[in-house]
């Protein structure tokens, strides 16, 4: 593999003062959306997105949208409430009346009641690399599809010892399965014994019984947030190995977590706390620090977040209840870039930097890659050309940039990719 170095000695020479747009939300007013309520998000290999609504499955690359729903498709239901991807890019559509398989030509259906005498309420749905799916309801319990067998085992309180049949959320951690429980707490489900477990106020330190989503972080802990109203409420941290909860409260946090529907990260780790009450739209940390953000004083269109996804790009997409939402730190330059997964990647170190920091860029073939980089408030502070090929190391002279945190944006035919940098003090 070629490498190369490019010594770089720059001085910042001009400061574009035009702000860049660090929000833009999708309605039925400037693209194809069927509805404005959005209830899922999901990204694909292709880093195209799959969105849940009350009105069908939308597909969009940010560009292009295109509905399916049971008159076009073969969609069971409208009302879409989660989609996963598998291993093989196939999308699963968890709806109000069983479970669809798309897989970019044929549909096939689980579950699906023709005759609507008792359909089942699925409310959430994950899928893994080897095909295996499994998918919450609201009261018939957890459906587990067993991609090698072709086949579906399901776990209710008459089959199992799961401790209630309405699931909530489901999110898979090493070598479990954590669920969200609508009133007997935070639940993990070892698949091989096919035994549950459930945490609540009863037997452990959780706060609360509503857990109304799940997820596992980077670090393998797992966040859970309640669907209930203070004070009865709330954000937690749930160590698997200790069992040992730690409450992410005011004091921690200096923020009231209310009604939690949706927590993610992004590929710098920081979180994304996604609220359905009035309050507050979401919530941001960003290494210790907190912050939280409402509709209104930012982008959001609306503090009803029903789920948050991040794509290849780095772009944050937000369902709520009046479209969605895409947000970027270093600004929103188009509807969402299409971009080859993997195709470009890009390090920095060491971090946080001083006077010089290193890019370690990767192309599988020589690639003109423009590199711009931001500070917070969305204004352009350089902005260089490159020319990549296979790994390349660009040595950046950052004596020039105040102490803080900026975005490193890099982009090229096909590609666009961004990162954080911390700047110290001298």
């Known amino acids: ?211 109304k989503k799940v997820t596992v972080a980077p670090d393998g802990n797992i966040w859970a947030g309640s669907g209930s109203e203070l004070p009865d409420s709330g954000l937690v941290l749930f160590n698997p190995n200790t069992e040992a909860v730690t409450v992410m409260d005011s004091l921690t946090t200096g923020i009231y977590f209310d009604k939690v529907w949706a927590i993610t990260f992004d590929d710098n780790e920081d979180a994304y706390i996604g609220t359905n009450d009035n309050s507050f739209a979401f919530a941001r940390r960003d290494t210790a620090m907190w912050a939280k953000y409402q509709f209104g004083s930012g982008g959001i269109a609306s503090n009803y977040v029903y789920d948050i996804v991040v794509d290849d790009s780095s772009y944050k997409w937000f369902a709520t209840f009046k479209g969605i939402s895409v947000y970027n730190e270093a600004g929103v330059f188009v509807s969402t870039p299409e971009i080859t997964a993997d195709a470009f990647s890009v390090k920095a170190f060491p971090q946080p930097a001083t006077d010089r920091l290193t890019f370690e860029l990767t192309a599988p073939q020589p690639a003109k890659t423009t590199m711009e980089i931001y500070n917070l408030q969305g204004r352009l502070v350089e902005r260089l050309q490159l020319a990549v090929a296979g790994k390349t190391l660009v040595e950046y002279n950052a004596y020039s940039l105040a102490q803080g945190i900026y975005i490193a944006r890099f982009t090229g035919d096909g590609f666009a990719k961004s990162i954080k940098v911390i700047i110290a003090g001298r």
Do not use: H
């Open 1 to 211: 593999m070629k490498k190369a170095i490019i010594i770089l000695l720059l001085s910042i020479s001009a400061v574009i003062n035009a702000q860049v747009t660090e929000w833009k939300t999708f309605d039925s007013s400037n693209v194809a959306l069927p509805t404005n309520i959005i209830i899922s998000l999901a990204v694909d290999q292709n880093n195209t997105k799959w969105v849940g609504t009350y009105s069908g499955l939308v597909k969009t690359d940010g560009d292009n949208w295109t509905t399916y729903n049971t008159g076009n498709s073969g969609l069971p239901s409208n009302i879409v409430r989660g989609v996963a991807i598998d291993g093989a890019n196939n999308v699963w559509a968890a709806t109000n009346n069983g479970i669809a398989k798309f897989d970019g030509t044929n549909w096939t259906t689980y579950y699906e009641d023709t005759l609507n005498a008792n359909p089942v309420f699925f409310l959430c749905i994950e899928a893994d690399a080897n095909g295996n799916v499994m998918a919450g309801s609201e009261e018939d319990g957890l459906f587990w599809y067993d991609a090698g067998n072709d086949n579906w085992v399901v776990f209710n309180t008459q089959t199992s010892n799961i401790p209630q049949n309405r699931v909530e959320s489901i999110a898979k951690g090493t070598g479990a399965i954590w669920l969200g429980s609508n009133s007997k707490g935070l639940v993990k489900f070892d698949q091989v014994g096919e035994v549950f477990i459930s945490y609540n106020t009863t037997n452990s330190n959780m706060p609360f019984d509503f857990v």
